[in-house]
């Protein structure tokens, strides 16, 4: 049995930023070209904020792992004056 389109859109896929963003700008080029009847566009919009979504998830996710690396980096760098207090005095 095949699933609808509406069923393959809300299982999560494993979908990169690059894949989502270039699937998104593909969706706003057809929107943009206007050639599309109402039901077309209303149902490709739909699939555009979905990716909208997906793309800004990914973006948060990754600022989120930034920062976080940031911190630890921030937080080894205030331990590295000790030890470099220790190797002068090795010197």
């Known amino acids: 049995m095949t699933e609808s389109p509406e069923n393959q859109d ?3 896929t494993a979908k990169s930023f690059e894949n989502a963003f270039s699937e ?3 969706v706003v080029r057809k929107l943009e070209a206007g050639s599309l009847s109402l039901d077309e566009a209303t149902s490709l ?3 555009g904020m979905k990716l ?3 793309c ?3 973006l948060s996710t ?3 792992k930034i920062t976080r690396l ?3 980096f921030a937080e080894q760098m ?3 004056p000790d030890l470099d207090e220790n190797d002068d005095e090795d010197a």
């Open 10 to 12: 809300s299982k999560p």
């Open 24 to 26: 998104l700008e593909d």
């Open 45 to 47: 919009f739909e699939s």
């Open 52 to 54: 909208a979504t997906k």
């Open 56 to 58: 800004n998830e990914i």
């Open 62 to 64: 990754s600022e989120l």
């Open 70 to 72: 940031q911190a630890n």
């Open 78 to 80: 205030n331990l590295v």
